[in-house]
């Protein structure tokens, strides 16, 4: 039983650590490397609390380094899909009964474990495991996971002490329950902080929750389960599976109990996610909630009075940091023809200053790209544009899977905007550039519009005014989160809450408590304390 109202201010945001020449959190970071590649790991699933182990071990090598084995998971099948929902129904109801400051306690104490004891093990996972240098983990596994437990309690928080008003003689109250059965959180490789927010968020406002992450960050997941643990929370609360999506999706879709899920990746697993869905209304106890957040053909569009430097530094960050594998990354850009050549003469001598290998040796900026089927892809795009008469490769093209998925940072040029980089997500270090004629602004910001069916991220540079404000209003509907001159990549938990619309998701903002919403099914409780005991009212009365 509470006994007290309990305050979670507004957290400030996780510092940033730099990683320089002599730093303590660099030393520490090198060591941490050096330990978890020194030992394979053999990595269990959990339900229920337990770690599960099936013997069918599956082998995880850094994306970098394939001949090197990190360690082996164990692979899960149809009956622990089983097992895990109904080791989270099991738990569900003490779950949903824990007091609050309870219940955010063990979230806080995650992220503080992050941040002390832990961090070096979150990002030397993340590295080895997805690829991603030292930055770039650190602002993912490190800071990103940590501000969105300490946000997203703070942001609970308040929705919680959201009331209604009460007239005389009567007390008005909502309850702030959680939804009825379990919710699915569907997680991807890119951003460690997805796989820990999408079910902890779920959680924390008293959901239970089946947990599968992509297989190829499973290196990292592990790690996050195991803090979870370590910081309190209970069996059965968060279950994490290593088992096939199409078979995922045919036993939970097909569940009554089923209530909700909260996915990150492409969307064209999304969609079927929804048809099926829909397709099994009938089944269900409730309207299941259908949150995602999928994919993105993120742009830039610089104005003529844009600065050439930043226009080209925005473009080699926002398109090449993490090898172009973020949902947000800058993917097509429009050039004005006045200040073309100088910008793509400064992005191609950036471009070509960017060392590539591994994640260990610090002065690497690029680092390979997830798996072999990624590559793949990306390199079909590559050699596509090479023989192309409509596209030409300004740097880069060239790609290399000896030791690991190695793709150089390429940069495409082309002369139709409907060219097919500019259009389709590629989802890897290509950028695609289309130089307009610097006096047709307005027309080809409706062309940025036009060109595909995403709505994630976008920005616009521009020193006028003007300019800036007709693009904030031509692209409205074209990004869910919009920059003016800045890259459309790095959005901060509690600063830029993210997400998109139109083919890119359901724009639940994660980060904010828009998203928490979601996973919370409020109840008005009336409660009158002289209730009236005749039906008869005044205006029966004549005299």
């Known amino acids: 039983m509470s006994y007290g109202y309990f305050n979670y201010p507004l957290p400030a945001n996780e510092p940033v650590l730099n990683y320089a020449p002599g730093s303590p959190e660099k030393e520490t970071l090198k060591k941490t490397l050096a330990e978890l590649k020194k030992k394979e790991i053999d990595i269990p699933m959990y339900i229920g609390g337990k770690a599960v182990k099936t013997g069918n071990r599956v082998a995880i090598h850094p994306p970098h380094e394939i001949a090197f084995t990190l360690g082996h998971y164990h692979a899960g099948d149809e009956k622990h899909i089983k097992q895990a929902i109904d080791a989270a129904l099991k738990a569900k109801e003490e779950w949903a009964n824990i007091s609050w400051e309870n219940r955010a306690a063990i979230f806080l104490k995650a992220a503080d474990l992050i941040a002390t004891k832990y961090r070096s093990y979150m990002n030397g996972t993340t590295m080895l495991g997805q690829s991603k240098n030292a930055y770039q983990a650190e602002i993912d596994s490190a800071c990103e996971i940590i501000d969105f437990l300490r946000f997203n309690v703070h942001y609970l928080s308040e929705i919680y002490r959201q009331q209604p008003i009460s007239s005389p003689g009567i007390h008005n109250r909502l309850e702030y329950r959680p939804l009825e059965g379990f919710v699915l959180a569907v997680t991807p490789f890119n951003f460690t902080a997805i796989g820990g927010n999408l079910p902890t968020s779920a959680a924390m406002c008293g959901n239970v929750v089946v947990w599968k992450c992509a297989e190829t960050q499973i290196y990292s997941a592990q790690m996050f389960m195991r803090i979870l643990k370590e910081a309190g929370l209970p069996d059965g609360v968060i279950n994490l599976v290593f088992v096939p999506g199409a078979t995922l999706g045919e036993i939970c879709f097909n ?16 969609n079927s996610m929804w048809k ?5 209304m009938g089944k269900y106890k409730s309207y299941p909630r259908i949150v995602g957040e999928t994919g993105g053909k993120d742009f830039v569009v610089a104005h003529k009075s844009a600065n050439p430097d930043a226009v080209a530094t925005a473009l080699a960050r926002g398109a090449f940091e993490f090898q172009g594998q973020k949902c947000s990354a800058a993917s097509r850009a429009y050039i004005p023809s006045n200040i073309a050549n100088e910008v793509k003469n400064k992005l191609v ?9 591994t994640v260990e040796d610090f002065t690497n900026f690029i680092n390979a790209v997830i798996d072999q089927r990624s590559y793949e892809k990306i390199k079909k795009y590559i050699d596509n544009a090479k023989k192309d008469k409509k596209a030409k490769i300004l740097v880069g093209g060239n790609c290399d899977r000896k030791k690991g998925y190695f793709i150089e940072p390429t940069v495409i040029e082309t002369t139709d905007p409907k060219y097919v980089t500019m259009c389709e997500e590629i989802f890897g270090p290509v950028l695609t550039i289309y130089t307009y004629d610097a006096d047709q602004y307005e027309k080809t910001l409706a062309l940025v519009d036009a060109t595909s069916p995403y709505a994630l991220t976008g920005s616009i540079f521009a020193q006028d ?9 031509k692209l409205r509907n074209a990004a869910g989160n919009f920059y003016v001159n800045d890259k459309p990549t790095g959005a901060v938990v509690g ?16 980060g904010s408590q828009l998203n928490l919403y979601r996973w919370l099914s409020a109840r008005t409780i009336k409660e009158t304390f002289n209730p009236p005991v005749d039906y008869r009212y005044a205006f029966l009365n004549e005299a």
């Open 465 to 473: 005014k003007s300019a800036i404000d007709l693009a904030t209003n």
């Open 495 to 510: 600063q830029q809450p993210f997400g998109g619309a139109r083919a890119s998701g359901t724009n639940d903002k994660a």
């Open 349 to 357: 001598a950036q471009v070509k200053s960017m060392k590539m290998g």
């Open 255 to 270: 569940h009554p109990e089923f209530a909700g899920v909260h996915f990150t990746g492409s969307t064209g697993v999304f």
């Open 276 to 280: 099926t869905i829909g397709e099994n």
